[in-house]
Structure formats: C-alpha cells, structure tokens
C-alpha cells in the first residue's frame, strides 16, 4: 500500500441549527486503503459523507482528496471521486446497460469507451448475462452491484460508499465486499465507507469509529480490539448498582455500568469470572466472557453501547 495521502480531513466541524454534528474530525487515508467509518446512526457519518461528496458545502475545517482542496475546488472533486449512496439511485424502469449509458453520459464519455467501458464493468460484476434485463426485475445484491458500476464508469480516485450492503441479504453483501477488496488490489482504488456494521468493518484496512460527532478511535479492527486489553466480562443482575460497590469492595475493580449490566475489561478475565461467581453467587442471573470484539471497543472509548444515544 502506498504511503500517498488520498483523503485528509482536518479539523471538520459542521452544525445544524444549534446541533453541531460534527466537533472537530481528523482523520487521513492512504492511498489503496479500504476505510470504514463505524457508528450508530447520528453518529455524524452522514454529514461527514456528505461532505466529502459535496453534497453540503465546507464551512469550518480543511478537506482534500487526493491533494484538491475540498472548499475551493469542489467540481475537480467531483471528477476524482466515485460515490454510491445509501438509497437507490438506478431507475428501475431503464435496462441495467441504460442506467450505466446515461450515468456515462454525464461524465462526458461517449462513443466506443462508453461501450467498452460498461462491458468491462458487467463483466467484473458478473451482471453481463443481466444487462438487457429492467433494474425492477434484479434482486436487492443485483441493484447493488448496478450502483456501484455507475460510480466506477469514469476511473474514479477515490471511491465513497455510504452503508453499501444495505438491503442485502449475507451472500450478496459477501459478493460485494469481495469484488471491492479486489478492486483495491488490482486497480488501486482508494476505498471510503460508510456502515453500523461490525462484520463490515471488519473487512476494512482500518477504521475510524464515530460517537455523537467525534472519532473516539482509530487504528486498524486488530489494533483496537488490542487496546481494549485482556477479555471482556459481562455480568447480568437485577441490582447493578449494589453488585458494582460489591465488585469494587471486593476486587478494587470498578465495573462499567451498562443499563441493567456490569462490563469489566480484565488480563485473566477466566479466572475473574471464577471468583466473582463463588463471591456472589445470588446476586447475578448471568455472566459470559468474550474476546473484545469492536462494539467492545466503542464501549471502552464511549461509556455506552452502540445503539444508546447516551452513557448509562
């Protein structure tokens, strides 16, 4: 992977009213690098897209993408970037090769490129045997893999997909993710996205997880779930509160609470697990432990679950 920057973000804030959706977001991505943005919705990965799409005009904050500034130069932008958004934007009325045509009309290709050009991209998407067929007619992973073709027809730098495996089922989101790892590979296409999903981000080169307009962490999915340390206890009670003075009487470790449950981060967390168990043996109805996963890890940096709006 090249050391080359293809997207810097520096110092980006937005706000809304008297909402600030973003609160300063730094963050840089190489160049052949597959990124994801991993948050719960309202986390800011919306208006952070938009941003780097164009869609909402810069107001504080610096952005390029590959070296072009974002605020003065946003139709060179446009013209580097590919970008499949979270709703559909195929007409489902036109054929699968109408859509691409159109779609490469308004990136000012014509004649034989277009044609070659949509050939090949069928072809990589396996959606050859498909191109005569109403977009109506495709499965959901069909459509899918349609709006990605249309944001690759003009050799895009930089690729920005916003929740791509949305409305797919396991396999089409597998088929997916695997075509967009060899588009990295083999073309060396910058790849930016956007999803609330674990097992999505886990594909990615490395992430940058958002929580309520801020990156509370960034490194790659193994670098974080290392920087949770040790394993991860979860312990189920009808008295949290009086369980955690308990816990932290007893062992000098303050658990985190989480709605009705206690979260403890611990090196030998099998043999916590024992002794806590034999220590209140009455006062819990469930304990399990795991190996940090990276919801653990938004935990860790949050104070709160993915899906909570605020800390417990």
């Known amino acids: 992977m090249s050391d080359s920057i293809a997207v810097s973000v520096s110092g980006l804030r937005h706000r809304y009213a008297d909402r600030e959706a973003l609160c300063g977001i730094d963050f840089t991505v190489s160049t052949g690098e597959i990124f ?7 986390g800011g990965k919306t208006t952070l897209f938009r941003l ?3 869609l909402l005009p810069l107001r504080s904050g610096v952005a390029t993408l590959m070296g072009v500034d974002l605020a003065s130069q946003p139709q060179i932008v446009r013209q580097l970037i590919g ?5 559909p934007s195929v007409d489902g009325k036109l054929t699968v090769a109408e859509n691409l045509r159109h779609q490469a009309y308004l990136y000012g290709l014509s004649g034989s490129v277009v044609a070659s050009r949509i050939d ?9 045997d498909r191109r005569h067929d109403r977009v109506d007619s495709l499965s959901g992973g069909l459509k899918r893999r349609v709006e ?3 944001s690759l027809l003009h050799h895009p730098r930089v ?3 916003d929740e791509p495996s949305t409305g797919l089922d396991p396999g089409a989101r597998h088929d997916l993710w695997e075509y967009l790892t060899r588009l990295r590979r083999e073309e060396g296409t910058t790849i930016l996205v956007t999803t609330h999903l674990m097992e999505e981000a886990e594909r990615c080169d490395r992430l940058g997880i958002l929580d309520r307009g801020q990156i509370v962490a960034l490194g790659s999915p ?13 312990i189920q009670t009808l008295a949290p509160a009086s369980l955690s003075e308990q816990i932290a009487s007893r062992f000098q470790i303050t658990p985190r609470r989480l709605g009705d449950a206690l979260r403890i981060e611990h090196e030998a967390g099998h043999e916590l697990l024992r002794d806590i168990v034999a220590a209140f043996p009455n006062e819990i109805t469930a304990i399990s432990l795991a ?6 890890v938004f935990i860790a940096r949050t104070g709160h679950r993915f899906w909570e709006s605020e800390p417990s």
């Open 36 to 42: 994801g943005l991993l948050g719960p919705n309202g």
């Open 52 to 54: 780097l799409t164009t």
């Open 83 to 87: 970008v499949t958004f979270q709703s």
């Open 120 to 128: 090949e991209l069928l072809s990589r998407l396996g959606l050859t």
């Open 148 to 150: 990605v073709a249309k």
């Open 159 to 161: 690729l920005l997909l």
């Open 222 to 234: 193994d670098e974080l779930r290392l920087s949770v340390g040790g394993d991860c206890l979860t």
């Open 291 to 296: 190996k940090p996963t990276l919801e653990d």
